[in-house]
């Protein structure tokens, strides 16, 4: 959602601006504009649509100058029009801001500042927070920034620059992610780091009431009310071909391709094969505050939250701890029963999902120990939790989230792990997790190498406009999921649904023209789920199944079977998983769609 960038130093800025905002393009947005300071005024060029518009806009005319800002925006307040798109300036004309998140008490602002003559051209409230520092500014942007910040509510990620003040720029964050990247004789300023990578590795996290104040040779960050705090320099480990398409068409079928070693990597040091064990020391929780944990709650969005449906399955069953998962957009909003004894779990690939973020905090409050399994080094939620664990699969830049997802069911395996075996779990069992978890990276392989048999099987999908996703027991979850990955980037409507629970409605659906994917690797629940698709054919149904092999019953009954390597039933979603997001991703390639950018779809949701 929404892109940020800043840049003061020698350099023109207004190639570097672009670039940064062509990085951050895989976060989603409809409209773009930059600012540079330009002949002791505020140069700005805005335009609707992709930023290959902008670029348009820009050739021949590119501004001259060297501090400036650009921003992709999200729309929340008014259209995805040219005029709503950041930067906007003040009353004088002689400020300018751009702005993630929302304004809450923008109405209230604005309506005092109609009253006392401003005029006002969007629709949007980043524009009335402009117009408040404004006039609040004295000669000092900073302290005009900080005064407006202390007058506002609601989420922001800022940058603003004065023409009077040539050479700086303030950046403040409340909510939205702010990072400032540290270079030689220039620093930037970003809500990703992956518009930062082009220029350096060094990066200051911003906390939430923090701002910053920015020239080519410093930097300094303070609150809305002292002027000075320190804070740590990170250094940035991934580099920049890791956010580059690296010869694949598309990002997201580059990442369904990395994940035999991105789950690799979410393991790496923390599987103990002698003892039949874990070790996750950033989960900070020690054998006895484990054994007194009673109930766990875990809650995400999206395709974290199916994980977390995963989740949930692997620690009632191997664990026997009661465990809930919640949609973070419901949680705080129901008046939760969270105590001490309960744990939860936020499960966020970006670490920034506002709901996610918010129904962690809500268990904070209510005396929760809170745990984070989140990809994103640094980001909020990482930064909200007690403890976690990071799933260090690498940038995910396709908004469609797809090693993200095994990574996070492999980090919820060995969270299960440390409690099973502290409770239930045997050395023999808990061996042979550890040893079918080392397996999967290849077995995933295996099934990547069969790509070409799915991209055969996308065509079924011709022509069609719903599909239906069955599965059971712990691929009810991966059914979610793949009818998720479907509609987000085809635009295909499809539903995930328990394969017995179908008889219930969905049933009503079927004909000749309806895919219907099953997913029914040879677990617990296999007769179960041979008898649902004998239900699917009786109705004229068009069955794909995803199988282990020799599965003859299956093949005779369905259309197409596409086959996956077995492996403990708990563990199968990781390996199932991956020929639904390859099927999502052909059957969207042959649609024409944007793969990596859906339209209305934003990689990091920072907004309720
Ligand atoms: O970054 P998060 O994991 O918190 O994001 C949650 C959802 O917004 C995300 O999974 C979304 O559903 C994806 N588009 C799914 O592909």
Redesign the pocket.
């Known amino acids: 959602m929404c892109g940020i960038v800043g840049y003061v130093g020698p350099k023109q800025a207004t190639p570097i601006l672009m670039e940064a905002l062509r990085r951050m393009e895989y976060r989603g947005y409809d409209s773009a504009g930059i600012a540079v300071l330009n002949n002791g005024g505020i140069e700005i060029h805005k335009a609707a649509g992709k930023l290959s518009v902008l670029a348009g806009e820009l050739e021949g005319r590119e501004p001259v100058g060297t501090t400036g800002m650009g921003h992709t925006r999200w729309a929340t307040h008014g259209a995805p029009t040219t005029v709503n798109a950041h930067p906007h300036l003040d009353q004088s004309g002689r400020i300018a801001l751009i702005h993630n998140g929302i304004i809450e008490n923008s109405t209230a602002i604005k309506k005092a500042l109609l009253a006392r003559g401003h005029v006002f051209l969007s629709e949007t409230d980043t524009e009335v927070l402009a117009h408040l520092i404004g006039e609040l500014y004295e000669g000092n942007l900073e302290e005009a920034v900080a005064a407006a910040l202390r007058d506002v509510d609601g989420a922001y990620g800022i940058v603003v620059l004065s023409a009077d003040e040539p050479g700086t720029l303030i950046a403040a964050r409340n909510g939205s992610p702010i990072v400032l990247g540290l270079g030689e004789g220039e620093n930037l300023v970003a809500s990703d780091q992956s518009a930062l990578l082009d220029h350096t590795r060094s990066v200051v996290y911003l906390d939430n009431g923090e701002m910053a104040v920015l020239s080519a040779n410093s930097y300094r960050v303070r609150t809305l009310t002292t002027r000075q705090i320190d804070k740590p320099v990170n250094q940035i480990e991934w580099d920049l071909a890791t956010i580059e398409r690296g010869g694949f068409d598309h990002f997201m079928l580059k990442e369904i391709f990395e994940q035999p070693e991105s789950i690799e990597n979410t393991m790496r040091g923390h599987l103990l094969e002698e003892t039949g064990n874990v070790r996750v020391y950033g989960l900070k929780l020690s054998d006895t505050d484990a054994k007194k944990v009673k109930r766990i709650i875990i809650t995400?969005?999206?395709?974290?939250?199916?994980s977390a449906l995963i989740g949930k399955s692997m620690i009632e069953e191997l664990a026997r701890i009661p465990t809930d998962v919640e949609y973070?957009s419901e949680f705080r909003y129901r008046n939760p029963i969270v105590d001490s004894e309960t744990l939860v779990i936020a499960?966020?690939?970006?670490?920034?999902?506002a709901?996610?973020l918010a129904a962690l905090l809500e268990a904070k409050q209510r005396g929760a120990r809170v745990l984070g399994l989140?990809?994103?080094v640094g980001s909020t939620?990482s930064r909200e939790v007690h403890g976690g664990m990071y799933l260090r699969c690498g940038p995910?830049i396709?908004?469609?989230?797809?090693k993200?997802?095994t990574s996070?069911v492999v980090a919820l395996a060995m969270v299960t792990l440390r409690f099973a075996r502290l409770r239930t779990m045997s050395l023999l069992e808990g061996r042979r997790y550890i040893d079918a978890l080392q397996q999967l990276p290849a077995q995933i392989q295996q099934v990547l190498d069969c790509a070409p048999e799915i991209e055969k099987l996308a065509s079924r999908f011709d022509g069609a406009t719903n599909a239906l996703y069955l599965g059971r027991g712990v691929n009810f979850p991966v059914a979610l999921?793949g009818a998720?990955?479907l509609k987000?980037?085809s635009y295909i409507h499809a539903e995930g649904y328990p394969a017995a629970e179908m008889k219930h409605g969905p049933i009503a659906l079927i004909d000749e023209n309806m895919p219907v994917v099953v997913v029914a690797p040879r677990d617990a629940v296999h007769g179960k789920i041979v008898s649902n698709i004998q239900e699917v054919r009786a109705r004229g149904g068009k069955v794909i199944a995803i199988v282990n092999k020799n599965d003859e019953e299956i093949s005779r009954l369905a259309e197409a079977t596409f086959i996956v390597p077995e492996t403990l039933d708990l563990l199968t979603p990781i390996l199932t998983v991956i020929p639904l997001q390859l099927l999502s991703y052909y059957v969207a390639v042959n649609r024409g769609c944007n793969v990596d950018q859906?339209r209305n779809?934003?990689?990091?949701?920072t907004v309720e």
């Open positions: 995400a969005c999206g395709t974290s939250w199916h973070a499960i966020s690939q970006s670490g920034e999902t709901d996610t989140v990809n994103v939620i995910e396709g908004v469609a989230s797809t993200a997802f996070q999921e998720l990955k987000e980037i859906p779809l934003a990689k990091s949701v």
